[in-house]
């Protein structure tokens, strides 16, 4: 399909809108998994990582809320401008590929919010008492539902190579 240049120029403010709040989520998700939280265990107190872990998600949860709001939106123009989603052949990769992305991606800001609206906030009132069992639970829940949303993470990328890699042979 041609595009004129007002519709090149949305279209490619809409990707690129869409690509920084995947990069601005995604890599967070990543510095906190693989970075902050193994150096914060090993470096401060329950009560001091807390405090760092409260700074760090009080700006994580406002940008998570922000990238899913500007996937939301841009999805739906990107979606509205491309000639692709006129026919969603569940035969074709590509649409195969970009529905498994997207139910990856729902899953993904399920997740998300169990994290910064469960797991941390248990957490951090565990933290503010001190060492205990219920606290080392609670520090294994956040690891692991960490670990889940970097796996979530790495397959939604992975979808998305294929869709590149397949609107690029056609």
């Given at each position: ?152 993470c790495v397959i939604i990328l992975a979808f998305t190579a294929v869709n590149g890699a397949v609107s690029a042979l056609v």
């Amino acid at each position: 399909m041609d595009y004129t240049s007002s519709e090149l120029a949305i279209l490619s403010a809409m990707n690129w809108l869409h690509l920084l709040a995947t990069v601005m989520w995604i890599g967070g998700v990543f510095i906190n998994v693989l970075v902050l939280s193994p150096a914060a265990k090993e470096s401060l107190e329950p009560p001091m990582m807390m405090r760092l872990w409260g700074g760090v998600m009080k700006r994580f949860r406002m940008m998570v809320y922000v990238c899913i709001g500007v996937f939301i939106g841009t999805g739906i123009v990107m979606m509205y401008m491309n000639s692709a989603y006129e026919t969603f052949d569940f035969g074709d990769t590509w649409t195969l590929f970009l529905v498994l992305k997207h139910i990856f991606v729902l899953i993904l800001i399920i997740v998300g919010i169990y994290m910064l609206q469960s797991v941390f906030p248990k957490l951090a009132k565990l933290a503010a008492k001190g060492p205990s069992p219920e606290l080392a639970k609670a520090e294994k829940r956040q690891r692991v539902v960490g670990a889940i949303s970097l796996i979530l993470c790495v397959i939604i990328l992975a979808f998305t190579a294929v869709n590149g890699a397949v609107s690029a042979l056609v």
